[in-house]
């Protein structure tokens, strides 16, 4: 069957339905190599292009000839306000000449028309439905993005005949290998024989409530089972909450960089697009670590001392509702805080009042404005958080 997606503007008025689903994928991290003992720290940036010409120089030929047929072929797809099947399947057998694994979602019931390169969950093809869309020609009349937005949870979601009530829904963190988290849902009643299509209409509206790169890097994996009775059932979390929960939740990445271990901490899941309009303001804080092993880390004993300093570097802006800690990094004998701040906060304030409390320990501010997140969207593309 033809993966079709009934236009958005259904699903913005309450509704979701998706009529096909292939399963999700994801990736490892990297496992950290020993650093050279006597080796110096390197100091270069850290961050790395999120797709490189010779990634795609082997496919570019099969890029032009699918958006030169979509060109030519566009007013085929548009049936009323439906899309033409025949014609959709031609148009994802060019995309998947690209690359196998992408697919497209379509909405043609109201201008401006809108495609969608979606690569269906599968973090290791993000950078390349990004890289097509972003050689994508002008098209009047038509919007193409990468990979499905982030449009907020639906009141209902369907698949096949399985309708399910998305305020029935409930969850349960799941603590996996590495840190890793998944969530069993529950919906009330649910029957046995429903419980695939039921899974599958799930996914759709966590792709639609999460977006699908948030949605993938949050969330490792999920199982569907009927709401149990009783006090378990009291414990539940309902699934409005999850955008919350996540938000608050931190992750640890363990990578390395030029043979050194990087250290990273970030929040579970973050909407860039609607924080960035409250906190446009990036903060730096950078503390020189005062006892450092030759792998650029702290002592484990040292480290033990940093939790009041770090507990409230983290929580300084959070405290008045002025901002968040996005990411820390700890790397080269440095642990950094990066916070996105609203522009009514006064960062000299906080700053004074942390070297007031913590005296002993050095560390350096620093405050500009990146009222696109600029910054960590481009850590979080190039290092898959």
Known sequence: MAR??????????????????????GTSGTVPAPPAPSAQFPSTDRTRSAYSPIQMGATDAAVQNFWKYFRDRRDSLIVGEAVDEEAYDDLLKKLQKVQPGLFIQLGVSSRPYEMIVTAEGRRELFNIAEAIVAQAPPVDGWVFRALVPKLGLPKTTRWNDVLVPMADVTFRPLALEDGKLGLRLFIPKLRRQDTVEAHSALLRALDHALGER???????????????????????????????????????????????????????????????????????VTHALAEVQSS????????????????????????????????????????TYYSYVSTKVDPKALESAIRSKHPG????????KDSEWSFIRRYSRDYGF
Not at 247 to 256: C, E, M, P, V
Not at 361 to 368: A, G, K, M, V
Request: proline share 6%; with cysteine.
């Open 296 to 335: 650029g880390l702290p002592t484990p004993a040292y480290n033990v001392t940093l939790a009041d300093l770090d507990h409230d570097v983290l929580t300084a802006f959070e405290k008045s509702e002025g901002g968040l800690t996005v990411l820390v990094e700890t790397f080269g004998g440095k642990r």
């Open 214 to 284: 948030g949605l993938a890097i949050a969330i490792e994996g999920t199982e569907v089972a009927s709401t149990p009775e009783g006090p378990e059932a009291r414990e539940l979390r309902p699934l409005a909450e999850l955008e919350d929960f996540l938000r608050r939740r931190w992750k640890t990445l363990s990578l390395t960089y030029e043979n050194f271990p990087l250290m990273l901490r970030t929040r579970t899941f973050l909407d860039f697009d609607s924080l960035q309009r409250s906190f446009p303001t990036l903060v730096i």
């Open 361 to 368: 320990h050095h560390l350096t501010w620093e405050s500009r």
């Open 4 to 25: 079709l997606a009934l236009r958005l503007s259904l699903f913005l008025a309450g509704s979701l339905f998706i009529p096909a689903c292939t399963d999700k994928g």
